[in-house]
């Protein structure tokens, strides 16, 4: 199958590695279509001297990278199309693919009314009016090919089409090491057609040249694109930005159910305030400690307390992001607390845990997103109770590499982020967050040897197809563990509730979830991102340790 992936505007890096990770682990091939934020990247053999200009200057990045070519430029208003496809195992393999790839633009340009563009003898690329001496390139191309982990050869970069970019950007670079040819856009050559035309276009021949076995594809609303017009509610206020987002993603808000419904007998919790449950409470109150379970309002939190578990919540209490979900407080956050680490590693002992999952509050407002204390947390429950494994549940750091190293150092035993939701309902859900980036987060995790693990929720207003296509992706970037649960709506304020999913339901999602290759599954109602954490991670150890004695 081809999985067609439009994730709308993703930082280079963090393509790269969901690149990597795709071409490494997954069954499927892939196509990832999206725009880059500003950026230079530098192909193998490129030289240094064809940079002309600063590109810190002019707000981009420049980036080595391992595909082939020249020096390149990537931005906004130019389609960025990575096919990460199995190819023949022989020498030729790579250049057999770009002649592939070239062609698949050449149709899908000419579909457009593009009948111009071509192939110009002894260049690289697509090119305008290629036999004309005004010939201008219009779309660059650059790959390689590297070892699947099964032993596959698999494709990675690809093809950047000039839609209706800045085309002074190029004017940085000798674009691909060619300084007697101009580059020109779709737009500046006459053409006017949207990047949303040309994405399609693209897709449809891609999935004729590569989707043989079938395709499956998936949209994330593109950041870039204004929000959807405001409605005009009740009494003359306008629909909230989230309430917009949301409706943008092809969700009526209006249909979604009043947060005073009542819930099915399956959602329906019973409050259990025993001695077990007392004994964290006061462990939590007296070390001054915050955990998610109370936080967020998890529902399973007398279940979980009369067990004598609980996720704690580091790095305060305030987190620096809205999502559409979640009821923990979003002021200003305080400074961190130095002796955190030690009281929750004190608490581990307390309760003679096993298993202790730490979880946090985004902290956009630290420079390493606050990774450095949670690492740090890591480290004091290993000094204080060592035979405990430890689960981090982290943010995604906005997707920096250094912070997220901080916590891949302290090696925790389970490495856990969310996605939250499908790719199409990311910007409604949480904004500040996106698809591409928690994949990349993930993939960073597993290629560092954790045990790596994700969750998602659903009703609100994603189909079961999207959340299969989701599972499908975790796994592909090297997830073992997702949790899938109930979106419970906090208040009014939050996004409202699409549909109740039943028990049976969550029953074909955790069939689904193992049939795309997750080791274990967490799937029902109530699961929530740290429920049965322990049986999970016994779960993923028992069965590498039966590989390990098999292999």
Same mark, same amino acid.
């Given at each position: 199958?081809?999985?067609?992936?439009?994730?709308?505007?993703?930082?280079?890096?963090?393509?790269?590695?969901?690149?990597?990770?795709?071409?490494?682990r997954?069954?499927?091939?892939?196509?990832?279509?999206?725009?880059?934020?500003?950026?230079?990247?530098?192909?193998?053999?490129?030289?240094?001297?064809?940079?002309?200009?600063?590109?810190?200057?002019l707000?981009?990045d420049?980036v /080595?990278?391992?595909?082939?070519g020249?020096?390149?430029?990537?931005g906004?208003? $130019?389609?960025?199309?990575?096919?990460?496809v199995?190819?023949a195992?022989?020498?030729?393999?790579?250049?057999?693919?770009?002649?592939?790839?070239?062609?698949?633009?050449?149709?899908a340009?000419?579909a457009? !009314?593009?009948?111009?563009a071509?192939?110009?003898?002894?260049?690289?690329?697509?090119?305008?009016?290629p036999?004309?001496?005004?010939?201008?390139?219009?779309?660059?191309?650059?790959?390689?090919?590297?070892?699947?982990?099964?032993?596959?050869?698999?494709?990675?970069?690809?093809?950047?089409?000039?839609?209706?970019?800045d085309?002074?950007m190029f004017g940085?670079?000798?674009p691909?090491?060619?300084?007697? /040819?101009?580059?020109?856009?779709?737009?500046?050559?006459?053409?006017?057609?949207s990047?949303?035309?040309?994405?399609?276009?693209?897709?449809?021949?891609?999935?004729?040249?590569?989707?043989?076995?079938?395709?499956?594809?998936e949209?994330?609303?593109?950041?870039?694109?204004?929000?959807?017009?405001?409605?005009e509610?009740?009494?003359?206020?306008?629909?909230?930005?989230?309430?917009?987002?949301?409706?943008?993603?092809?969700?009526?808000?209006?249909?979604?159910?009043?947060?005073?419904?009542?819930?099915?007998?399956?959602?329906?919790?019973?409050?259990?305030?025993?001695?077990?449950?007392?004994?964290?409470?006061?462990?939590?109150?007296?070390?001054?400690?915050?955990?998610?379970?109370?936080?967020? !309002?998890?529902?399973?939190?007398y279940?979980?307390?009369?067990?004598?578990?609980?996720? +704690?919540m580091?790095?305060?209490?305030?987190?620096?992001?809205?999502c559409?979900f979640?009821?923990?407080?979003t002021?200003?956050?305080?400074?961190?607390d130095?002796?955190?680490?030690?009281?929750?590693?004190?608490?581990?002992?307390?309760?003679n845990?096993?298993?202790?999952?730490? *979880?946090c509050?985004?902290?956009?407002?630290?420079?390493?997103?606050?990774?450095?204390a949670?690492?740090?947390?890591? $480290?004091?429950?290993?000094r204080r109770r060592?035979?405990?494994?430890?689960?981090t549940?982290?943010?995604?750091?906005?997707?920096?590499?250094?912070?997220?190293?901080?916590?891949?150092?302290?090696?925790?035993?389970? +490495?856990?982020?969310n996605?939250?939701?499908?790719?199409?309902? $990311?910007?409604?859900?949480r904004?500040?967050?996106?698809?591409?980036?928690?994949?990349?987060?993930?993939?960073r995790?597993a290629?560092?040897?954790?045990?790596?693990?994700?969750?998602?929720?659903v009703?609100?207003?994603e189909?079961?197809?999207?959340?299969?296509? *989701?599972?499908?992706?975790?796994?592909?970037?090297g997830?073992r563990?997702?949790?899938i !649960?109930?979106?419970?709506?906090?208040s009014?304020?939050?996004?409202?509730?699409?549909?109740?999913?039943?028990?049976?339901?969550?029953?074909?999602?955790?069939?689904?979830?193992?049939?795309?290759?997750?080791?274990?599954?967490e799937?029902?109602?109530?699961?929530r991102?740290s429920?049965?954490?322990?049986?999970?991670?016994?779960?993923?150890?028992?069965?590498?340790?039966?590989?390990?004695?098999?292999?």
């Amino acid at each position: 199958m081809l999985r067609v992936r439009r994730l709308g505007t993703v930082p280079y890096d963090e393509a790269y590695a969901l690149q990597r990770a795709l071409a490494a682990r997954a069954r499927d091939d892939y196509l990832l279509v999206l725009e880059h934020p500003h950026v230079f990247t530098l192909g193998v053999r490129a030289d240094p001297a064809n940079v002309l200009g600063d590109p810190a200057a002019l707000g981009a990045d420049l980036v /080595r990278t391992d595909r082939g070519g020249d020096v390149t430029y990537h931005g906004p208003g $130019q389609l960025v199309v990575y096919p990460i496809v199995t190819v023949a195992d022989h020498p030729s393999s790579g250049r057999d693919h770009v002649g592939r790839l070239e062609q698949v633009v050449i149709d899908a340009l000419a579909a457009l !009314g593009v009948a111009g563009a071509g192939r110009l003898a002894g260049y690289p690329g697509i090119w305008v009016d290629p036999d004309e001496p005004s010939a201008a390139k219009v779309a660059a191309i650059g790959v390689r090919t590297i070892r699947s982990a099964d032993g596959r050869r698999r494709t990675l970069h690809g093809t950047a089409i000039n839609v209706d970019c800045d085309l002074s950007m190029f004017g940085q670079i000798v674009p691909c090491g060619i300084s007697d /040819r101009p580059v020109t856009s779709l737009a500046a050559s006459g053409h006017s057609v949207s990047i949303d035309a040309v994405a399609d276009a693209v897709i449809e021949r891609a999935v004729a040249e590569w989707g043989a076995s079938g395709a499956a594809d998936e949209r994330a609303v593109m950041a870039r694109r204004p929000l959807a017009q405001p409605v005009e509610l009740r009494g003359g206020t306008e629909e909230r930005a989230p309430l917009r987002r949301l409706r943008q993603a092809g969700v009526d808000p209006s249909a979604g159910m009043p947060v005073t419904v009542r819930k099915p007998p399956w959602l329906r919790v019973q409050a259990r305030m025993g001695e077990d449950y007392r004994s964290v409470a006061r462990t939590i109150s007296s070390l001054s400690l915050a955990t998610v379970c109370e936080e967020a !309002g998890c529902p399973n939190i007398y279940e979980c307390w009369a067990e004598g578990t609980a996720t +704690f919540m580091v790095n305060g209490s305030r987190c620096t992001r809205a999502c559409g979900f979640c009821q923990v407080d979003t002021a200003h956050p305080l400074p961190l607390d130095e002796g955190e680490p030690d009281r929750v590693a004190e608490a581990v002992a307390r309760m003679n845990l096993a298993h202790a999952v730490v *979880t946090c509050v985004a902290r956009d407002d630290l420079a390493d997103g606050g990774a450095g204390a949670i690492a740090a947390t890591v $480290q004091a429950i290993r000094r204080r109770r060592p035979t405990a494994t430890v689960e981090t549940l982290i943010s995604d750091c906005k997707g920096d590499r250094h912070a997220i190293g901080l916590v891949l150092a302290a090696r925790p035993d389970i +490495f856990n982020h969310n996605i939250e939701t499908v790719a199409r309902l $990311q910007r409604a859900v949480r904004p500040s967050a996106g698809y591409a980036r928690s994949l990349a987060v993930l993939a960073r995790a597993a290629d560092a040897g954790l045990v790596v693990k994700s969750g998602l929720m659903v009703g609100l207003g994603e189909t079961e197809d999207e959340v299969v296509a *989701t599972l499908a992706d975790l796994a592909a970037v090297g997830v073992r563990i997702a949790t899938i !649960g109930q979106y419970l709506r906090p208040s009014a304020r939050h996004l409202p509730v699409a549909r109740w999913w039943s028990p049976a339901e969550f029953d074909r999602l955790k069939a689904a979830g193992l049939g795309v290759g997750l080791d274990h599954v967490e799937a029902s109602p109530l699961t929530r991102s740290s429920y049965h954490a322990r049986d999970a991670a016994d779960a993923v150890r028992r069965k590498t340790e039966r590989s390990l004695e098999v292999g």
